[in-house]
C-alpha cells in the first residue's frame, strides 16, 4: 500500500520561510519522479515545483529563486524549502508521486497541507 504524507505547513509572517516535507512509503522512491503543487481558495491547482529521478528540477516563475526542492532517497522524503514567503504563496500544498511505465502512469497524491503567509 502506497502511502503519500505531507507536513511542515503552518502560518508564517511575509518575508518568513517553511520546509514542507513529502514522505513516501509503499513504493521504490528513488525511480519517482516529484511534484508539488498548490492550490489557493477559488483557484486552480498549480504546479510550484519538480524534482526527477535522476534530480533535475524546476519551479513555476512564481516560486523561482525563493523556493527549493531536493530530496533525499535514503529518508524517502522530498522537501521544498520555502523563502520569502508572499501572501499569494497562500494555498494548500500537495504532494505528488510519479513514474512512467510502459505506457502507463503510476501516480499518488498526498493529502495537502496548509501554507498561511499572514501578518
Known amino acids: 500500500q502506497v502511502q503519500v504524507v505531507e507536513s511542515g505547513g503552518g502560518l508564517v509572517q511575509p518575508g518568513g520561510s517553511l520546509r514542507l516535507s513529502c514522505a513516501a512509503s509503499g513504493i521504490i522512491f528513488s525511480i519517482y519522479a516529484i511534484d508539488w503543487y498548490r492550490q489557493a481558495p477559488g483557484k486552480q491547482r498549480e504546479l510550484v515545483a519538480l524534482i526527477t529521478a535522476t534530480n533535475n528540477t524546476n519551479y513555476a516563475d512564481s516560486v523561482k529563486g525563493r523556493f527549493t526542492i531536493s530530496r533525499d532517497n535514503a529518508k524517502k522524503t522530498v522537501y521544498l524549502q520555502m523563502n520569502s514567503l508572499k501572501p499569494e504563496d497562500t494555498a494548500v500544498y500537495y504532494c505528488?508521486?510519479?513514474?512512467?511505465?510502459?505506457?502507463?502512469?503510476?501516480?499518488?497524491w498526498g493529502q495537502g497541507s496548509q501554507v498561511t503567509v499572514s501578518s
Open positions: 505528488h508521486v510519479k513514474r512512467y511505465n510502459l505506457g502507463k502512469w503510476y501516480d499518488y
